[in-house]
T-cell receptor
Framework: EPEVTQTPSHQVTQMGQEVILRCVPISNHLYFYWYRQILGQKVEFLVSFYNNEISEKSEIFDDQFSVERPDGSNFTLKIRSTKLEDSAMYFC?????????????FGPGTRLTVT | GDSVTQMEGPVTLSEEAFLTINCTYTATGYPSLFWYVQYPGEGLQLLLKATKADDKGSNKGFEATYRKETTSFHLEKGSVQVSDSAVYFCALSDRASNTGKLIFGQGTTLQVKP
């Protein structure tokens, strides 16, 4: 069964460093998402991506964040200058279609620890 | 804005007990409702969904009914197993979002003891 994969599973970085989280969505899916979950808090939407551009983003997704689909298979989330409060589990998801009724398939997550 | 509220966890049950995890929502539009489950070390998996009022979603013995009058989508299972131990997330997707972004509750940890 097709699945979404994410690498690395755990990333430790120092405050102020850049970090790139990688995801490989399901191959025929068109919509891509990033969510995050700070320990003990809700899973929060960060951004959605369709047709090589951001289609929707949350207030969390400020200028420090960017997303890219560099080669037609990978989908990346970059944090330019990490802060302590960026420590969280980051989930990638993909969907065959957009809209409120379509299932999103999630990866296992990358745990980011900023020290 | 839109939000989802789940009952506090953790919930600890004995095998074959009846499960209810409460979920209520607030939405300005007409949302679709979902339950996702996360097993240890894995990603979130869709458990069931309902896209309109009075719809019942069901899967693997779990059920939830979309109640517009009470803005609820409670998850139930008649007889839980140890293998059901996981974190359960209630979520909504509002029609105002053309990309289907999900808004999640805080998650409820279920532990089933033999």
């Amino acid at each position: 069964e097709p699945e979404v994969t994410q690498t690395p599973s755990h990333q430790v970085t120092q405050m102020g460093q850049e970090v790139i989280l990688r995801c490989v969505p399901i191959s025929n899916h068109l919509y891509f998402y990033w969510y995050r979950q700070i320990l003990g808090q809700k899973v929060e939407f960060l951004v959605s991506f369709y047709n090589n551009e951001i289609s929707e983003k949350s207030e969390i997704f400020d200028d420090q964040f960017s997303v890219e689909r560099p080669d037609g298979s990978n989908f990346t989330l970059k944090i330019r200058s990490t802060k302590l409060e960026d420590s969280a589990m980051y989930f990638c998801a993909s969907s065959a279609q957009g809209g409120r009724t379509y299932e999103q398939y999630f990866g296992p997550g990358t745990r980011l620890t900023v020290t | 804005g839109d939000s989802v509220t789940q009952m506090e966890g953790p919930v600890t049950l004995s095998e074959e007990a009846f499960l209810t995890i409460n979920c209520t929502y607030t939405a300005t539009g007409y949302p679709s409702l979902f339950w996702y489950v996360q097993y240890p070390g894995e990603g979130l998996q869709l458990l069931l969904k309902a896209t309109k009022a009075d719809d019942k979603g069901s899967n693997k013995g779990f059920e939830a009914t979309y109640r517009k009058e009470t803005t609820s989508f409670h998850l139930e299972k008649g007889s839980v197993q140890v293998s059901d131990s996981a974190v359960y997330f209630c979520a909504l997707s509002d029609r105002a979002s053309n990309t289907g972004k999900l808004i999640f509750g805080q998650g409820t940890t279920l532990q089933v003891k033999p």
